[in-house]
Structures are given as C-alpha cells and as structure tokens.
C-alpha cells in the first residue's frame, strides 16, 4: 500500500513509486467524444432506452462495461510498462437520485473486477468519481445536461457525496493496489468559497472511513486553482490537470501560435511549473491527473501532436512528476486504442456529423458552423462586452450553450434511433466492437509510451 514520504509516494518498504499510467476514460463515467453519442451520459441512455427497451438497452451497456476493459487490456498496458490506471467513475451505478444515501452494491461489480484485475498485473488503481450528484462542473463529463455545477449550491449533494465516499473507502481500505482516491475530478466551484470547507469535510470523513489511502484531490477551477486549499492534509497528492493549448482540437501548429498564444516546449514546462507551483511549495509529490493531446487523423499535424506528448514526458521525467495520459481506449480522437468493425460501420457517419457541427467540445475546432455563430459571437461582443462567465469566458460559454448542449442534444432522437430494431446479437456486436482485440492500435502513440516507460 503506497503512502506519501516528502515529495515521493513509497512502499511499505520505501521503495518509491513513480505512478505513471492512463485514465480509464469513457468506461463507468461514459464521455460523448470517448464512444461517439451526443450531449451527457444519463439522456443518452435514456434515448437508447426508448428504443431498444429497458431489457436490451441493460443488454448492451453491460455487454459494453465488460468489453471495454478485459484482462488483454490490463496485460497491454503492462507490457508498455504502466503501473497505474487512473478510473473514473459515474456516481449513479452506486447510488440512485430516486434513493439517495443508498449505496447500490450490485454497482460495484465492474469497478471490482478491474482494480482486482489490474492488480494481478501489478498496476494499481486510482479511483475517482468523475460525476457527482448534482455535477461537480459546468461540462458533459460529470454528466452534466445544464451549464450549471448545482453540486457547490445545495448541502444536499454535497453530504451524499461524502457518505458514497465513506462506502468506497471502506470496501477498498485493505486493498493494496488501490493507489488512493480521487474524490472530484475537475471541481468547478464558481465563487471558489464552497469547494474549500467541503474538501475540509470530506477528508476528515474519508480517513474515518479508511486512514491510509493516498487521497488525490484536485484544485479548483478544472484541477489549475490550489489556493482554495487551506491546509496541507496528511498522506495526500495534490493534482494538476496539464492540457497543452496547441494540443486541443483547436490548437494550431507546434511550434507556434494557438489563438494568438505562442506554445513551444519551453512554454509547456513555464505552464507545468504554473501549475504545480502549489506542490513545489508545500512539498508534495507532483502528479499530473490528465494531459494529453486531441488527434486529428492528419499524419503531418499528428506527428505535431506526438511531439507535444514527448516534450511533455520529458518535463515531468526532469521534474520527477508522475501522470496519468488521457485517455486509454475510445472512438479515434484521443486513445491509445480505438473502437473499429459493428459500431464504427453502425455510427461513423453519426459521428462525422457530429464532427462537422462540432456537437462535441473535446472534438471541436470552435469554427465548426461559423457562418450560423459567428453574429451570435459578435452580437455578444458588441451589446455585452464585459461578459466574463466562469470558468473559460464568452467564446467558450456561448459555444458550450449552443454546440455542445443546444445542437448536441438535438441530435440525441438521431444516435438512438440507429439503435431501432436490432436484435440481442446485434447490440452485443455493438458493444463487442470495443472489445481489444476488435480495436485498432495508435501504434505511433503506443511506441511513445513504451520508449518512455521502458515497456
């Protein structure tokens, strides 16, 4: 069981460990641009539901929970020399808003069965909740249909998440290839008052609960904000998120200006220093939570996005920090391996459509549509020029509004309707696609990694 010495995670023994790994994106947190639907994880099943009725619908997302990560993808990914896997997790498979402060045991099922399987492998796990009752954050990957992270308003949310969190820290305190907890990925606390005491809350609650997991919190504001923090706690990893502005879907050439901002290596390392300054100062060990550039299926601009991630690896091996790549496995945009055969055949051109309206905020260039956007954009500018909502700005809150919520769940009768009359075979088929051995290999990224980690 790991524990935090100085700077450094250690075994029971001293040894220190550097975790270096992957998030197990789009698995028991589901993300649109991860398996190709639109908008967030809760109406896009209840569309698929619609059509395919309650018993199939259960068919094929557990036909998909068990494919997605087998025993060949926990072998993969320790022969690239990964020693940690980073799990988000979705609060509704174990807790329902109909009976909240009931903690679903079957839900626990799949989480079981991967962290015990990574273990085997010598991997161990970090598991986080990636959505909250209420959502955590303003965006689809803490399943949120709104804009709004309710969570940070209502006591009510808040307490249900610290008693699931008690839940999950007692059934996995002995177990030790469990790394530690990640209790909110991406807090988005607008007025930057209320994710503090809660935090204060939560860890006192969480130590009750299990004293010697390492606890890996983020900084407010998506993981870039640590002075809500109001003390050092004990045994703990403070996370930064590391996203490479030339790395987004939007991000322009590498070396040079994105959106008028110059990025080249030794911008990333100023960045990363910025962004881990809390860690240097308090002296606790620097974990990078998620990074990791968007791909474009372009091998010129591609070989840039390649670059980006070497350059980045290569600052964290000179800092010592440990990391944890986004994402492992999806549809084609940023995993190491990605979805091919019934499904991509089923949804490809879905997903195309999706890509030129830009429905899917990690997939969009923001010039998707412009004709249609760009008055909107400087109506905007013009009557409210002193616009300045939280956490991004006008450009990205009027998109998220309009592309990623209007559009994206506009086109949700659309997904689900490719679902209409397929047999149980079928669905299976469906969800089988995501199985490894159906999948195609990023080999470019895969070599990277396994240069890196000595895999």
Same mark, same amino acid.
């Given at each position: 069981?790991?524990?935090?010495?100085?700077?450094?995670?250690?075994?029971?023994?001293s040894?220190?460990?550097?975790?270096?790994?992957?998030?197990?994106?789009?698995?028991?947190?589901?993300?649109?641009?991860?398996?190709?639907?639109?908008?967030?994880?809760?109406?896009?099943?209840?569309?698929?539901?619609?059509?395919?009725?309650?018993?199939?619908?259960?068919?094929?997302?557990?036909?998909?929970?068990?494919?997605?990560f087998?025993?060949?993808?926990?072998?993969?990914?320790?022969?690239?020399?990964?020693?940690?896997?980073?799990?988000?997790?979705?609060?509704?498979?174990?807790?329902?808003?109909?009976?909240?402060?009931?903690?679903?045991?079957?839900?626990?099922?799949?989480?079981d069965?991967?962290?015990?399987?990574l273990?085997?492998?010598?991997?161990?796990?970090?598991?986080?909740?990636?959505?909250?009752?209420?959502?955590?954050?303003?965006?689809?990957?803490?399943?949120?249909?709104?804009?709004?992270?309710a969570?940070?308003?209502?006591?009510?949310?808040?307490?249900?998440a610290?008693?699931?969190?008690?839940?999950?820290?007692?059934?996995?305190?002995?177990?030790?290839?469990?790394?530690?907890?990640?209790?909110?990925n991406?807090?988005?606390?607008?007025?930057? =008052?209320?994710?503090?005491?809660?935090?204060?809350?939560?860890? =006192?609650?969480?130590?009750?609960?299990?004293?010697?997991?390492?606890?890996?919190?983020?900084?407010?504001?998506?993981?870039?904000?640590?002075?809500?923090?109001?003390?050092?706690?004990?045994?703990?990893?403070?996370?930064?998120?590391?996203?490479?502005?030339?790395?987004?879907?939007?991000?322009?050439?590498?070396?040079?200006?994105?959106?008028?901002?110059?990025?080249?290596?030794?911008?990333?390392?100023?960045?990363?220093?910025?962004?881990?300054?809390?860690?240097?100062?308090?002296?606790?060990?620097?974990?990078v939570?998620?990074?990791?550039?968007?791909?474009?299926?372009?091998? !010129?601009?591609?070989?840039?996005?390649?670059?980006?991630?070497?350059?980045?690896?290569?600052?964290?091996?000179?800092?010592?920090?440990?990391?944890?790549?986004w994402?492992? =496995?999806?549809?084609? #945009?940023?995993?190491?391996?990605?979805?091919?055969?019934?499904?991509?055949?089923?949804?490809?051109?879905?997903?195309?459509? =999706?890509?030129?309206?830009?429905?899917?905020?990690?997939?969009?260039t923001m010039?998707?549509?412009?004709?249609?956007?760009?008055?909107?954009?400087?109506?905007?500018?013009?009557e409210?020029?002193?616009?300045?909502?939280y956490?991004?700005?006008?450009?990205?809150?009027?998109?998220?509004?309009?592309?990623?919520?209007?559009?994206?769940?506009?086109?949700?009768?659309?997904?689900? !309707?490719?679902?209409?009359?397929?047999?149980?075979?079928?669905?299976?088929? #469906?969800?089988?696609?995501?199985?490894?051995?159906?999948?195609?290999?990023r080999?470019?990224?895969?070599?990277?990694?396994?240069?890196?980690?000595?895999?």
């Amino acid at each position: 069981m790991l524990q935090v010495s100085g700077t450094q995670l250690v075994t029971a023994d001293s040894t220190p460990v550097r975790l270096r790994g992957v998030g197990l994106g789009g698995w028991l947190n589901m993300e649109n641009f991860i398996t190709g639907y639109p908008a967030d994880e809760t109406s896009m099943r209840e569309a698929v539901r619609e059509v395919l009725g309650e018993d199939r619908a259960e068919l094929f997302f557990e036909r998909l929970l068990t494919s997605f990560f087998t025993e060949r993808d926990a072998a993969l990914l320790a022969g690239l020399g990964v020693n940690c896997v980073r799990i988000p997790v979705n609060y509704r498979h174990l807790e329902s808003d109909q009976r909240p402060f009931e903690v679903i045991e079957h839900g626990f099922r799949h989480l079981d069965r991967v962290v015990d399987l990574l273990g085997s492998y010598g991997v161990y796990s970090v598991i986080g909740l990636h959505a909250l009752p209420g959502a955590q954050n303003q965006h689809w990957h803490s399943d949120n249909p709104t804009h709004v992270a309710a969570f940070w308003n209502h006591r009510h949310f808040q307490d249900r998440a610290i008693h699931l969190w008690e839940a999950i820290a007692d059934r996995y305190r002995e177990h030790p290839w469990v790394a530690g907890y990640n209790p909110v990925n991406e807090p988005g606390d607008p007025s930057g =008052k209320v994710v503090g005491p809660f935090y204060d809350r939560l860890v =006192k609650a969480m130590r009750a609960a299990d004293p010697r997991h390492v606890l890996f919190l983020d900084g407010n504001t998506y993981a870039t904000d640590f002075s809500i923090f109001r003390e050092v706690y004990g045994n703990t990893v403070f996370v930064c998120h590391d996203y490479a502005l030339a790395g987004f879907a939007h991000g322009g050439p590498y070396p040079g200006y994105t959106r008028g901002e110059w990025c080249d290596r030794r911008e990333l390392e100023r960045t990363f220093e910025k962004r881990s300054r809390f860690q240097r100062e308090t002296g606790t060990p620097l974990w990078v939570g998620e990074f990791g550039p968007v791909y474009t299926g372009h091998p !010129e601009l591609d070989e840039q996005r390649y670059r980006i991630l070497r350059d980045q690896l290569d600052i964290y091996d000179a800092h010592g920090a440990g990391w944890s790549l986004w994402t492992y =496995k999806d549809v084609g #945009l940023q995993g190491l391996v990605h979805a091919a055969g019934p499904y991509l055949d089923r949804f490809g051109a879905f997903i195309g459509k =999706k890509r030129r309206l830009g429905a899917d905020r990690w997939g969009s260039t923001m010039e998707e549509s412009a004709d249609v956007l760009a008055p909107l954009h400087a109506m905007l500018d013009a009557e409210a020029p002193g616009w300045a909502p939280y956490p991004w700005g006008a450009r990205y809150q009027t998109d998220d509004l309009i592309r990623h919520i209007l559009i994206a769940q506009a086109l949700l009768p659309e997904y689900a !309707e490719l679902f209409r009359g397929l047999s149980d075979d079928d669905v299976v088929e #469906l969800a089988d696609s995501f199985a490894l051995e159906r999948c195609v290999r990023r080999q470019p990224l895969l070599d990277l990694l396994a240069d890196n980690l000595g895999g």
